[in-house]
Structures are given as C-alpha cells and as structure tokens.
C-alpha cells in the first residue's frame, strides 16, 4: 500500500499530472506503431543544444524515445558533409527564436542538401519559427504570416491546440485534434501559419487553430507538402518542451505522430483529409441513374394503441422526432425547421402548400391551425377545409438514416401539392458553414429525387416521391414566388440549395415524401433511398413496433394515477429518443433537442448547433443511471464504450463529444461520473467481462482523478481541470466544489466496488479507504454550522463559498451526510425559496444572486428537481419526494408535447433554455421514480435486489414489470384492501433472486402480521418521519406471495400542483411531517391571504381535532383540511397543522 501511494504523490510533483504509467503507454503505442528503428536528425543552429532550453527540451525528449535513434547536426555540419543526412528518416528544425536564419542554414548547398533528401523520400518537420523555412527551401512562395495570442486561465485553462478536417494521420490517437499545449502560467504564444485570406500556394492545410472549442479555420497553423517523394510537415505553433504543460501527453503524442508519418511508419487508419480554402460555389451537376420502379403510395393504417397526445388547434409550440440516425425538427403549424442526418445538417425550411382546383392562390400550411397528433413513432397533422381534408404523417427509421413523411388527401375537387425545401449540408459545430466544400445538386429521375452533394462526394441527400412532379424548380435561391402561374427562385448569396416540388393529386389520393441522407458517399445514400422508397408505409409500422416492443419491455409501473402512468411512459420514451449513432462515433446519448435557431451560434454566421444533439459526458452519465434502472443494459454498455474510445490520454473523460468528431475534455466532473456510471451498470447488469475488458479504462480514470489532487488535501479539484456542475456566473469558480468532492467520494465506491468483484483487493481496500476519508473531509469541512447547510465549494484560499444551493442534494442522494445534517437542508427544498410550482432552483430566491432566467443562477432544472427528489427519498421525505417527480413529469403538456424541457424560469413558468426536449430532464422522472418512489437498488454480483415501495399512501393497488438484475427479471403486483396488503411477486431466471423487502406504511401503522407464502415471517419494524418501514427478506425462485396485515397509520398527501404556462412561483408546500404520540404535525408553507387545502390519510378515523386548520370533511380515507394564511408583508408564512388523535 505504502508502494501504491508513493506512485500516486510522487508523480504529482512531476511533469503536469502525468504518470509513469501513463508515459511508458505512450511509448510502447509508438514503439508499436513503428516496425523499425526512426533515425531522426536534428537540426540545429548552434554547436551546443543546451545553448537554448527550449531547443534542449525538445532534444531531451527524441532522446528519451528508444524507438529513435537521434543524430544532432548543424546547418553548418551539413554545409561541410552533405553525407551527414544520409541514413537519417527524417529531420526535425525546432526554431523557438523569432530572429532570422543562420548563414549557414539559408546556404544554397545547404539547401539544396536538404532538399535533395526529401526528394528521395525523407521527410521534415519544421516547429514554431522553423515553419518560415519553407520559403528558404523553395517549397513555398506565399510569405507566412505572424500573431501573438495571450493566453490567460479564465477558468477553462489555456488549452490550444491544431485541429484537422475530420482527420489527418498526425493526429492518429487523438480524434483529429490535440490541446498540445495548456500552460501552468498565462503567456503569449507566437504563431507563424497563414492568416485570413493568406493560403498556402503549394502546400495543403493540415490543421488550424484550436483555441478552446473554437476552430479558427483562418488561421492555418500546420501545413504538408510533397517534394519528390517525401513529405514535409510545417507546424508554426504550440510546439512548446521546455515550459510545464498541463497537456504534455498530446504534445508528445502529436510530436511523435509527425515524425513516423514522416518516416512512413505510422500505422493509421486516419484518412489523410485537408482544409479547403477555394472559392464556395453552388452548381449544378447531371445525376444519372438507372431507373428504379417504385410502388404506389397506399393508404396507412390508423395506429390507435400506441401513446398519443392530442390537441385541436395547434400552437407555435416544437416537436421533434429522433432516432438512431435523424432527427426531425419543427413547429406544430406546419412544415420542418430542420432535418439532421448526423453529423450534419439534410435539409431545414420544409414548407408545403395547397393550391386547390377552384383557387389561383396556394394555401401554405404553415399559416393554418392543425389538428395535431403526437406519438413515440410519428408527428401528425390534419388539415381541414372547407372542401378538403389534408392528413400528414411524419416518421422516421430507427436505425436508418431516413424520414418519411405521408400525404392523405381527401377533396371534393383534386389538387396541387407544392412543397418547398433547402439544403446546405451544413457540418455539426465547432465547424465552420463551408467546411465541406462546395454545393452540388442534380435532379435524378431514375430516383425521382432531388439530389445534393459536397465536394469530395462523402455527403449525399436525398428527397424524393413515390409521385411524378407536375413541375421542379432548384437553384442558388432563397425561397420561391409564385409569379402568375410558375414560381420562380429568389436569388441568394447564401451558401445553401432551395428546390421546389408539385405534385398533382386526385380527389381521393395519397403519396410519400422520402428524404435521406449520410455522409458514407452516395453509394450508402442511394441504397438507403431505395430501401425506403421501396416501402415507406413499412418503416412507419416498425418504428410504431419498436416503440410498442420497447414500453412492452421496459420497467413499467402502473398505478391509479393516470397522469402519473402517462407521464412515466412518455419520460421512457422521450429518454430513448437521445440514443443515436453516428458513423465512425458510436452509440451513445446525446443531450438535447432544438434547432439552430436556439440559444448560442457557437459564434458562427450560420449555427451548427441544433440544440445539444451530441454527445455530452455529464449529461450521458446522470442519464445513464436511469437507463440503467430500467434495464436498457444495452444501451449503457454502449455509452461506456464510447466514453471508453474517446477517453484521453491522461484518462480523462470528455466533456463534449460533437456528432462531427470534436472531442472536448472541459469538465471536472465527467471522469467521476464516468466511474460512477460503471460501477453503476455493473451493479444491475452483473457483466464483468465488459468491466474486465474496460479495466484499462477504468484505472486509467481512476489514476486521472487521483492526479488532479494538486494540494493533496485527498480532493479532486476544478483547478486546472474544468468546471462541474456550474459553468459559468456568479456562482463560478471554486478550488473544488462540494458537488465534485462528492462525485469522488462516490466514484471511489463504485471503483472499489468493480475492483472486489474484480478480486482486485488491494486496490478496493484503497479505493474504499479513501472513499470514507472524502466523505469525513466533505462533513467535516464543508459543513456551515451557522446556516445548517453545506458550502457551495472550498476556494483556492481555503475560505469556503457559503452561498446555499440545490447542489448538496447531489451528497444527500450519494448518502455521504451525517444524518443530523440533513433535514435542515431537506426542509429548506421543500419550502418556497427553493422549490417554484414547476420544480426546483439551482439557488432560493431571496438570495442576491438570483436572477429567474440565469442558466446558473436562478433557473429551475428538471435535474435540479430529480437531485432534490431523490435526495428526499434517500432520507424519509417521501410526500415532497413525489411532489418534485410530478413538478418534472407534468412539463410534457405544455411545449413540446410529450416531452420535458431543459430549463424553466425561476419565477414565471416558461422556458428558459436552448432545448424543449432534455434528455436527463426525461431521467429525472424516472430516476426518482425507480430509485426514490420504489427504491430499488441492484447487485447483480451477489443476486439481490433491494425493493422499498414508498408510495402515496392513497395508491390501493399498483403493477411493477420487468424489473431486471442481471438474467433475473422480477414483477409485482400491489393490492391493498382493509387492514391487509397483499405482494404478489413473480420471477424468471436461472437462479433464485434474494429481495431485500422493505415496504413503507403510514407512520403510526400497527403491524399484526406478515406472511409469505402462508407462512410467518421473520420481520422488523422501524419508524422513520414520514412512514413505518417493514424489513424482511426472501428468495424467490417462479413466484411469491406476501401479505402484510396492519391497522391504523396516518400520513400526509403529496401536494401536486399543475401550473399553467404564465403563471407565476410561489404556492403551497408541505415542508415536513412527524408523528409524536397522539399528535401528528404537518408543517405547511404558503402566500398570505391565501386558503388552501390539505389532504391526510388515514385508514380510519382517529382525528379528533385540528389545530391551526378548519376540518372539511372524512371521505375515503382522508381527511380534507382548510388552511388559512392570515394576511402579511412576508413573502410567505409557515404555519404548523397539528391533528389531535384519539
């Protein structure tokens, strides 16, 4: 052990966080890549390398490599002995100085030396001011250009790197781009490359400037030439050795991929792609294709089981449809905002309008009020006029990338349909509008289709019928007008393609519209257009089948709240709609959905950033924890393999990850999560083999976190690292945060967890002991003793910022607090200044930093309200725990139908972030509900599932299927009748599952008797504050029944509030509840003046009286009281309700 702390403390004082481990896997991978011994020469200008500390550090560093055999030679040298070259694979000139070159160096003999070696096949690389020797050689006439860049930590760190298009085998390893440098200190770097308009006349651009996560594709840092047979790769800055460098594994990392592709020996599977700075054009091309015969469009079926969200009158409000590989964008009026195959933008201003036989004019559909339909596998439309009814049916494919959309129309008369698109193939961000080219389009009437394409052919769409067109119009246009009886296309300067379709239709008549789209080249394209067309009506029925088999499948809960059932199953199916696949990626979730028109352009004259549809760390992991819950295992494996593929040489976990390929490593918290998501699935999958297999990984996190311990306080910091949670405003900016030091304290368990299973003792000792060293740290220093409430974070200093925030519920869920400090903070989320009508706040609302629409400071977020809730039900705040759950599950009514926004305002109920459908705001009902309200907890190593029903106590009866832990699969059904609640279990699987038994009953209930399978039972019995608990346990191998008779019992109701868009925060709150002997008390929150209604169960009647409360009435079970709030210049009034038993 003594050994194991020694490497993880020792390597903190070397170079950046780097390990041994980490820095001998950096050599072995290189060693392998190269087949044979590197003879590299390197350049220099002075007799003496230890002359310059920079040149030094880069000498020191090719000696270190065993893989190179290094030669130091001078300019002068090779003036003297041209011979010296020879033997040599590549050479390197490493030029820190900004002064000019040597006589020596600019000799013509010297030169020509030096370009006789690469002519016969030897390659150079030129470094920082070494880059304006191109011109000296004679490889380039262009003159470089030269910028300074300050570089100041603004809490993101310094990183600044080169970045490819898509790929280039130099950055093999590191995901077409690389932060080579992150300085300890802030400073100014030199850059020599081609600035703004200035381009390379012979060279090709291999990379640009990638400051943070901007690409500046103006800035043309790393250039390739081909001389003769060899190459030369000029690299103009960031190349820094001698100064400490957070990120020194992807400078080596990068350095060393530049000399073997030099030497032709790196072994890549990177294809070798350029920076294209000619002029943009949009053309025409002639498509010709062989024709295809497809069928006629028939009629589709009604699908009448699936779930639906109906309204009359349509509303400006979104909706979406996301599958594996589309995404289908718009509003509920009419037409398609956008369509995203990943990783880029198909097709966006879909329209479509009516000229009906009897009228010149052409009825737009955008500008009508709909009836409208949303389901998991479709988006509906019906048009009704007064001579005609107009049906339109939007789907899309699971797995493919393609969407189809249906036309039914019914008309006294026939009709002409005129449907209007565009197309700019516009590549996911952090790219630029015109990164793949120029635009080109084409008609095929083999396919029937419209056809756009970029340069290199990669990226192909296609849009077409199973209806001939009356007419087709395509162009450079932006938009058409209808001049007389022809329309004709606007002209634009805009990089994009506008097509315009008509098509006739009968009185009686139906067709579909197929539109596809990818970026594997036209050949994958066509096929996925073919399969489509071929039979639209049948991916419309396996998307409603998918969707069918999927809730069929998934854990489903049941109950006799209506809303409740609706809303899970909706939360189930908005949170499978964010698992896509991206070619060349993965599979993985992605954040969240909206157009480019929402919130930042990522600072682009055109947006490429539809919402959040890409690949998040944090986001994935919270949202991972539900899908494993609900059994999906699948899926989570995947997510992890992604995380896994794309994980940094230092271990780190991404932070964003683009459908497009950029990966960035921002966050503090995604390593953690990213333990924290494993250990996870393995406690409900029970797959070893997988974390066996990603054990790698997993240390390599683990190992990570450990390093970034820069004080060696045993906290993982923001510090150098990234942010996590907050990412920006007043609340920004802590050593470490209590919600990361929790993360840790939590990853350090489920890492010692995989390692017991792994039989990895030493390391889950470890692991184990640290894990409750942290959390002693976290009680001890985070606590604020004065306020009752945990410290926002702990500053460089050591001070701590007390500012009171949702995010200790994060340490509440994880069960890292001393009990003593947790109802303080319990009861405060419940009350008014945390918790609006809608959900919960990031901070209170009296607090002096709050602002209602503040993305981090003041904004309610369904996350917010899932941490609260399952914070709340992790310590016996069961009524405010399903309150929260339902403040989440009831915003699928209000914008975008069926699913749940991202962020809300603080204040008035509205939206108040990028995305109205939010992945882990989808989790947050399903977390809590699985976790919280049933409790379930997993280990599928041991065969155990532990199962705690905290359910309102008015619920009699409640359906719990597919339950998974492992191969094992448990159901149950709940039936309460008087004086007796009966469980009945049913379980397949090979072996039989323990269930850890703990139902809960309303506290003061009088437990008579349990028995299992008509036997007694062995049994306890503990009270908390809101419920009695029953503890038993029991195996179970097909099926089992529990009957548990008890008497009497009281608790309050959950207090569900259904706020309507508009209204405002601030209501009534059940803040706590506790029974005392014959007194039971109910501490409630509420505005002045205000009269409001309080619900009680009891199985029977024992109220004698009520204090502070007008009795209204006894009805089923409960009580119903009146409780006034007198009238007061506070915001809000507590008052305590006690009920008086017999």
């Known amino acids: 052990m003594k050994l194991f702390n020694n490497f993880i403390w020792l390597n903190l004082k070397r170079i950046s966080f780097l390990s041994l481990f980490f820095l001998t896997a950096l050599l072995i991978s290189d060693t392998a890549a190269a087949k044979q011994v590197i003879r590299i020469g390197f350049l220099s200008t002075q007799k003496s390398v230890k002359a310059d500390d920079e040149v030094s550090a880069a000498y020191k560093f090719l000696k270190n490599n065993q893989s190179y055999v290094v030669t130091r030679i001078t300019f002068e040298?090779?003036?003297?002995?041209?011979?010296?070259?020879?033997?040599?694979?590549?050479?390197?000139?490493?030029?820190?100085?900004?002064?000019?070159?040597?006589?020596?160096?600019?000799?013509?003999?010297?030169?020509?030396?030096?370009?006789?070696?690469?002519?016969?096949?030897?390659?150079?690389?030129?470094?920082?001011?070494?880059?304006?020797?191109?011109?000296?050689?004679?490889?380039?006439?262009?003159?470089?250009?030269?910028?300074?860049?300050?570089?100041k930590d603004q809490g993101n760190g310094r990183k600044l790197g080169l970045h490819a298009l898509r790929s280039h085998p130099i950055f093999d390893g590191l995901h077409g781009g690389a932060n080579i440098w992150n300085g300890y200190k802030?400073?100014?770097?030199?850059?020599?490359?081609?600035?703004?308009?200035?381009?390379?006349?012979?060279?090709?651009?291999?990379?640009?400037?990638?400051?943070?996560?901007?690409?500046?594709?103006?800035?043309?840092?790393?250039v390739e030439y081909r001389y003769g047979k060899g190459k030369v790769l000029a690299i103009g800055a960031y190349t820094y050795f001698a100064p400490r460098n957070y990120n020194r594994l992807s400078l080596e990392k990068f350095t060393n991929n530049c000399l073997l592709y030099l030497a032709n020996a790196l072994k890549s599977k990177e294809k070798a792609r350029y920076w294209s700075y000619s002029p943009l054009k949009v053309l025409p091309f002639t498509e010709t294709t062989p024709s295809v015969n497809f069928p006629r469009s028939k009629s589709w079926g009604e699908n009448s089981n699936s779930l639906a969200f109906k309204l009359q009158r349509a509303s400006g409000s979104t909706w979406?449809?996301?599958?594996?590989?589309?995404?289908?964008?718009?509003?509920?009026?009419?037409?398609?905002?956008?369509i995203w195959i990943h990783p880029f933008m198909a097709f966006r201003d879909y329209k479509?309008?009516?000229?009906?036989?009897?009228?010149?004019?052409?009825?737009?559909?955008?500008?009508?009020?709909?009836?409208?339909?949303?389901?998991?596998?479709?988006?509906?439309?019906?048009?009704?006029?007064?001579?005609?009814?107009?049906?339109?049916?939007?789907?899309?494919?699971?797995?493919?990338?393609?969407?189809?959309?249906?036309?039914?129309?019914?008309?006294?008369?026939?009709?002409?349909?005129?449907?209007?698109?565009?197309?700019?193939?516009?590549?996911?961000?952090?790219?630029?509008?015109?990164?793949?080219?120029?635009?080109?389009?084409?008609?095929?009437?083999?396919?029937?289709?419209?056809?756009?394409?970029?340069?290199?052919?990669?990226?192909?769409?296609?849009?077409?019928?199973?209806?001939?067109?009356?007419e087709k119009r395509f162009g450079r246009f932006d938009g058409f007008s209808k001049k007389g009886t022809v329309f004709e296309g606007k002209p634009t300067t805009k990089f994009q393609v506008s097509g315009l379709v008509a098509y006739a239709v009968q009185k009686n008549d139906q067709f579909d519209v197929v539109l596809v789209g990818t970026d594997e080249g036209k050949k994958a394209a066509f096929k996925y257009y073919e399969q489509a067309m071929k039979n639209p009506e049948k991916i419309y029925k396996n998307t409603i089948r998918y969707y069918r088999d999927f809730l069929d499948t998934s854990l489903m809960i049941t109950t006799p709240d209506k809303e409740f059932n609706q809303g899970y199953r909706w939360a189930l199916v908005g949170t499978d709609k964010f698992y896509v696949n991206t070619p060349g990626i993965g599979k993985s979730l992605v954040a969240g959905y909206a157009t480019t028109a929402r919130g930042w352009d990522g600072s682009q004259k055109v947006s490429g950033r539809p919402g959040y549809a890409w690949y998040f760390g944090r986001d994935g992991q919270w949202s991972g924890l539900a899908l494993s819950d609900y059994g999906d295992f699948g899926k989570v494996k995947s997510e992890l393999e992604v995380y896994q593929k794309y994980q940094a040489l230092s271990g780190k976990i991404y932070h964003e990850l683009t459908t497009s390929g950029v990966v960035h490593y921002d966050a503090a918290d995604a390593t953690p999560l990213y333990l924290i998501l494993a250990g996870h699935y393995l406690r409900w999958s029970g797959d070893l083999n997988f974390i066996r297999k990603s054990w790698k990984h997993i240390k390599k996190a683990i190992d990570f976190c450990f390093s970034t311990d820069w004080n060696q306080d045993h906290l993982i910091e923001n510090t150098h690292v990234g942010h996590g949670w907050i990412e920006g405003g007043p609340l920004y900016g802590a050593q470490t945060t209590l919600y990361l030091a929790s993360c840790w304290a939590e990853a350090l368990k489920e890492a010692s967890y995989m390692a017991k299973n792994l039989g990895y003792e030493k390391e889950a000792k470890y692991y184990h002991k640290e894990f409750r060293r942290v959390t002693g740290i976290i009680n001890r220093d985070f606590w604020n003793s004065k306020k009752k409430f945990f410290y926002y974070g702990?500053?460089?200093?050591?001070?701590?910022?007390?500012?009171?925030?949702?995010?200790?519920?994060?340490?509440?869920?994880?069960?890292?607090?001393?009990?003593?400090?947790?109802?303080?903070?319990?009861?405060?989320?419940?009350?008014?200044?945390?918790?609006?009508?809608?959900?919960?706040?990031?901070?209170?609302?009296?607090?002096?930093?709050?602002n209602p629409r503040g993305y981090h400071d003041g904004s309610v977020w369904p996350l917010f309200t899932g941490w609260a809730a399952l914070a709340e039900y992790s310590h016996g705040q069961y009524t405010q725990g399903f309150s929260h759950i339902m403040n989440n599950l009831l915003v699928y009514k209000h914008w975008a139908k069926g699913y749940i926004e991202e962020v809300l305002n603080g204040e008035i109920y509205k939206p108040s972030g990028v995305c109205d459908h939010q992945c882990w705001s989808e989790t947050m009902v399903l977390q809590p509900a699985l976790e919280g309200m049933l409790g379930l907890k997993a280990d599928a190593m041991e065969n155990r599932l532990s199962l705690s029903p905290r359910l309102p106590f008015n619920w009699n009866s409640i359906k719990v299927e597919h339950i998974r832990v492992g191969y094992h699969t448990l159901s149950f059904t709940l039936r309460r009748d008087k004086g007796k609640t009966t469980y009945y279990f049913f379980h397949t699987g090979s072996k039989s599952l323990k269930v850890d038994f703990s139902p809960q009953f309303p506290s003061g209930s009088v437990i008579n008797g349990i028995f299992l399978d008509g036997k007694p039972v062995k049994n306890s019995v503990i009270s908390n504050r809101q419920a009695k608990s029953v503890n038993l346990n029991f195996d179970i191998k097909d099926k089992a029944t529990i009957v548990i008779y008890h008497y009497g019992g009281i608790g309050v109701l959950p207090n569900i509030l259904h706020p309507v868009p508009g209204s405002r925060a601030g209501g009534f709150r059940i803040v706590s509840s506790k029974l005392d002997g014959k007194s039971y008390t109910v501490v409630v929150?509420?505005?002045?003046?205000?009269?409001?209604?309080?619900?009680?169960?009891?199985?029977?009647?024992?109220?004698?009286?009520?204090?502070?409360?007008?009795?209204?009435?006894?009805?089923?079970?409960?009580?119903?009281?009146q409780v006034p709030f007198p009238k007061s210049s506070n915001k809000y009034l507590v008052r305590k309700i006690k009920f008086l038993l017999r």
């Open 320 to 338: 979406d449809l996301g599958e594996e590989r589309i995404l289908m964008m718009g509003k509920e009026r009419g037409g398609l905002d956008e």
């Open 794 to 850: 702990k500053l460089a200093d050591g001070s701590f910022n007390p500012e009171k925030t949702v995010l200790p519920a994060v340490s509440l869920y994880f069960n890292l607090i001393d009990k003593e400090k947790v109802f303080p903070m319990l009861n405060e989320y419940g009350e008014n200044s945390f918790s609006s009508n809608w959900g919960v706040r990031i901070l209170r609302e009296s607090s002096p930093l709050f």
């Open 352 to 470: 479509v309008g009516v000229e009906f036989s009897d009228k010149d004019s052409v009825c737009w559909l955008d500008e009508q009020r709909p009836e409208i339909e949303a389901r998991p596998e479709s988006f509906t439309r019906t048009y009704r006029f007064p001579r005609a009814v107009i049906k339109e049916i939007m789907t899309s494919d699971i797995h493919q990338p393609a969407g189809i959309i249906h036309y039914a129309y019914k008309g006294q008369s026939p009709a002409k349909f005129i449907i209007q698109f565009k197309s700019n193939l516009r590549f996911m961000w952090p790219y630029n509008s015109d990164a793949l080219g120029s635009l080109y389009y084409g008609w095929s009437d083999g396919l029937n289709a419209f056809h756009v394409k970029n340069k290199s052919g990669e990226f192909n769409v296609l849009i077409g019928s199973n209806k001939k067109p009356l």
């Open 186 to 222: 802030d400073n100014v770097a030199r850059k020599v490359g081609f600035f703004g308009s200035s381009v390379p006349r012979n060279g090709k651009v291999v990379a640009v400037n990638w400051a943070y996560i901007t690409l500046r594709d103006s800035e043309k840092l790393a």
């Open 1085 to 1121: 929150q509420g505005k002045p003046g205000s009269k409001e209604i309080l619900k009680i169960y009891s199985p029977v009647e024992q109220v004698k009286s009520v204090v502070n409360a007008e009795m209204l009435h006894y009805k089923n079970n409960i009580y119903s009281v």
């Open 77 to 151: 040298q090779i003036k003297q002995d041209p011979k010296l070259l020879d033997g040599n694979n590549v050479l390197w000139f490493h030029k820190p100085d900004s002064a000019g070159f040597s006589e020596s160096a600019v000799d013509k003999s010297v030169i020509c030396t030096i370009n006789n070696f690469i002519s016969d096949g030897g390659g150079l690389l030129l470094t920082l001011d070494a880059f304006r020797y191109i011109n000296i050689l004679g490889l380039e006439k262009q003159i470089p250009g030269i910028r300074y860049q300050k570089i």
